[in-house]
């Protein structure tokens, strides 16, 4: 099975600073890697696909990038609305799996 | 407006069965794959089946095979989640989730609002 490593596995950041979570492939996935965003009591939602491609009314500080196996969202400019838990996905082959999931917070 | 509404949770003792249900409106169902995502308590996500468009695919985490069936019922629009020999662990809230193939890249793009699945005695 594929192993996605997620970190970290919080973080604490200022309003307008920007903010990096990583997830890191223990095998080639391509850009098989998608990241959703979980806010509190919620489901689940589509942020990033194609580990660059942003998803249809995903604001456009959200980014996604990648290097080799490692993956990484960035948010440009952090925003109250952005707090929650954030996922990475490897659909590249079954069983899919998710990263342990970053919690961001306001500072 | 996609809409994924599940239905069928509750409490159930272990060892027991329980069937899960999602009825989708707003798309074309029969267009696309489906997949079930569990959420533990204070846990993070963890994918645990799919199933193809047209039903004739079906994949599952280890940890359910043998246990669970996801079906779907492309005349209603409606999937299912058939949970046997329920055991505590599988203590969660299960979503439904449409999977699409954006640029070609599988992915989840719409989810429902969850069902609390709680084993116990």
């Known amino acids: 099975d594929i192993q996605m490593t997620q970190s970290p596995a919080s973080l604490s950041a200022s309003l307008e600073e920007i903010v990096t979570i990583t997830c890191q492939a223990s095998?080639?996935?391509?850009?098989?890697l998608s990241w959703y965003q979980q806010k509190p009591g919620k489901s689940p939602q589509l942020l990033i696909y194609?580990?660059?491609s942003l998803a249809d009314g995903v604001p456009s500080r959200f980014s996604g990038s990648r290097s080799g196996t490692q993956y990484s969202l960035k948010i440009s400019r952090l925003q109250v609305e952005d707090i929650g838990i954030y996922y990475c996905?490897?659909?590249?082959?079954?069983?899919?799996?998710f990263g342990s999931g970053t919690k961001l917070e306001i500072k | 407006e996609v809409q994924l509404v599940e239905s069928g949770g509750g409490l159930v003792q272990p060892g027991r069965s329980m069937k899960l249900s999602c009825a989708a409106s707003?798309?074309?169902?029969?267009?696309?794959?489906m997949a079930w995502v569990c959420q533990a308590p204070k846990k993070g996500l963890e994918w645990v089946a799919t199933?193809?468009?047209?039903?004739?695919?079906?994949y599952y985490r280890d940890s359910v095979k043998g246990r669970f069936t996801i079906s779907r019922d492309n005349a209603k629009s409606t999937l299912y989640l058939q949970m046997d020999s329920l055991r505590s662990e599988d203590t969660a809230t299960y979503y439904c989730?449409?999977?699409?193939?954006?640029?070609?890249?599988?992915?989840?793009?719409?989810w429902g609002q969850g069902a609390s699945v709680t084993v116990s005695s």
């Open positions: 199933i193809s468009y047209d039903g004739s695919s079906t």
């Open positions: 095998q080639d996935i391509g850009n098989w």
């Open positions: 996905l490897q659909a590249y082959s079954a069983p899919f799996t």
């Open positions: 989730a449409r999977a699409s193939g954006l640029r070609g890249y599988y992915v989840m793009d719409a």
């Open positions: 707003g798309f074309t169902f029969n267009n696309y794959d």
């Open positions: 194609g580990a660059t």
